[in-house]
């Protein structure tokens, strides 16, 4: 069973950082891409970025070099590391794993087919 559990989500100042964690679990292999999404109150879910297990990447058009992922197959984890957070990036941030192996890092939520519940994310200004 495909366990996903996301950790590091609060309550923060516009300008401060925060780094998000994703625990992932009862896959076979690590060889598939992996993303954040984020979902505020009354809007759509957005992509914030991705990556595969080559280490390629593909971020959101918000994030503009505020927002790193990364992941480390050997601790089953991925991470978020934002910076310079601003109120409009308050929301729920949610990890996903794609569903095919060898994937690239894919923007489109259809393509992941295992999620987390998500952190909630709060920046005031």
């Known amino acids: 069973q495909v366990q996903v559990v996301e950790s590091g989500g609060g309550l923060v100042q516009a300008g401060d950082s925060l780094t998000l964690s994703c625990a992932y679990s009862?896959?076979?292999?690590?060889?598939?891409?992996m993303a954040w999404f984020r979902q505020a109150p009354g809007k759509e879910r957005e992509f914030v970025a991705a990556?595969?297990?080559?280490?390629?990447?593909n971020y959101g058009g918000f994030v503009k070099g505020r927002f790193t992922i990364s992941r480390s197959d050997a601790a089953l984890r991925m991470y978020l590391q934002m910076n310079s957070l601003k109120p409009e990036d308050t929301a729920v941030y949610l990890c996903?794993?794609?569903?095919?192996?060898?994937?690239?890092?894919?923007?489109?939520?259809?393509?992941?087919?295992?999620w987390g519940q998500g952190t909630q994310v709060t920046v005031s200004s």
């Open positions: 996903a794993l794609h569903s095919r192996i060898d994937s690239g890092p894919d923007a489109d939520a259809n393509l992941y087919d295992d």
């Open positions: 009862g896959r076979s292999t690590s060889r598939y891409a």
């Open positions: 990556i595969s297990w080559r280490h390629s990447f």
